[in-house]
């Protein structure tokens, strides 16, 4: 405690020195941070998978379709609760810079099956009523100022057609960057080529057991077809879909680990600079402190910017944004040991000079 105000004093001997350190650990705590936590959003969708769906898609790629009729099959599978059809839309909505996914279901067994996504009873019911309606979430307002009973319309590339929607209800839950809309309706509007086809279905088990012996016998039903299924969980399905991201995620690892060296090797110099003091805890001290200081406004203004701001409303393919835990406790540990690392030279070299020496010393 005594060698407190000796520490602050040092501290602030070299204010542009200090102030420097300071914000270069907080902008590399910031950009850590955010890039832990894009890393960790990619692979929410599978982490929150629910074990009691599956995914029907043909079993060459998503590329090709599969014909509506295999629902009625799928239904009459044992262990089977419910089932509807889920297809890929691709609308853009004005331009494609305001692009979102959307999809076409099938309305009256949408609530049952996708459990996370919640609206009133009366928003639901409107929905179910107007074939032309859909329902958006949450974000997508906050995005484009959607409400109830506002006419939007989505052009498809796919089908090269534009529909036009009435939004029946906002839902929350889920990814709130999706709009959902009826089937039957999309299916009268198609060109005959693409009328009865459907991306995928989604399967709703009675428990978790019935999920491998379900994928296992609709893929033996339609084997040898025209149209042959690949059935597996929601959770392995979503998790396909992460390995596309697998060069950019090993990029994002690259950029975090090149700015944790970065943070190190100033840390190294910065140490080469400060002065010799009489004993080597007074290094240790300074440099801690500054390291916290540093990490505390790192963390704690990257929280409050994201608390503030909800950046996966923005980003695309990101259902939510927040730091998990291990993130932040990284943070901390990154910031201490770039204070520790900071003065390892300093406090090496003090603590075995002698008294002479350390007085002859002009740095």
């Known amino acids: 405690m005594k060698f407190n105000k000796l520490i602050l004093k040092n501290i602030l001997r070299n204010k542009r020195r200090t102030l420097l350190t300071i914000s270069s650990l907080v902008v590399s705590l910031f950009l850590m941070i955010t890039l832990a936590t894009i890393l960790t959003e990619l692979t929410r969708s599978s982490d929150k998978s629910n074990p009691l769906r599956l995914v029907t898609r043909h079993a060459v790629s998503l590329g ?14 044992p262990g089977v609760k419910n089932v509807m059809t889920f297809s890929w839309f691709g609308g853009i909505y004005k331009e494609p810079k305001n692009f979102f996914a959307n999809f076409a279901v099938d309305a009256d067994r949408l609530r049952e099956i996708l459990t996370e996504l919640n609206m ?13 309606g859909a329902i958006v979430g949450a974000k997508l307002v906050k995005l484009h100022g959607f409400t109830p009973g506002q006419r939007i319309t989505l052009k498809s590339p796919i089908y090269n057609n534009s529909v036009e929607f009435v939004i029946r209800g906002v839902c929350t839950g889920g990814d709130e960057k999706t709009l959902f809309f ?56 979503a998790i396909s879909f992460q390995t596309m991201y697998g060069g950019v995620k090993q990029f994002m690892y690259g950029i975090i680990a090149a700015i944790t060296f970065s943070l190190l090797l100033v840390g190294m110099l910065k140490a080469l600079g400060f002065q010799r003091g009489t004993i080597a805890r ?52 990154v910031s201490l040991v770039v204070g520790l690392a900071s003065v390892v030279y300093s406090a090496y070299r003090v603590s075995g000079m002698t008294i002479a020496e350390a007085l002859r010393s002009t740095e």
């Open 64 to 77: 090709f379709t599969l014909p509506v009729s295999q629902r009625q099959r799928i239904a009459t599978v």
């Open 120 to 132: 009133s009873d009366a928003e639901w019911q409107a929905f179910i009523n107007d074939k032309q």
């Open 182 to 237: 009826h089937y039957d309706y999309l299916s009268d509007l198609l060109p005959a080529w693409a009328k009865d086809q459907v991306s995928t279905f989604s399967i709703l088990a009675n428990s978790a057991e019935d999920v491998p012996r379900i994928a296992q016998t609709v893929d033996s039903i339609f084997l040898n077809t025209d149209a042959p299924t690949k059935t597996e969980s929601e959770r392995d399905f």
């Open 282 to 333: 007074l290094f240790v001290s300074e440099a801690l402190l500054v390291s916290i200081v540093g990490g505390v406004i790192g963390i704690a203004g990257t929280l409050l910017l994201f608390k503030s701001f909800d950046l996966s409303v923005y980003i695309p393919n990101l259902p939510s944004f927040a730091p998990t835990p291990a993130t932040l406790v990284a943070a901390v540990v």
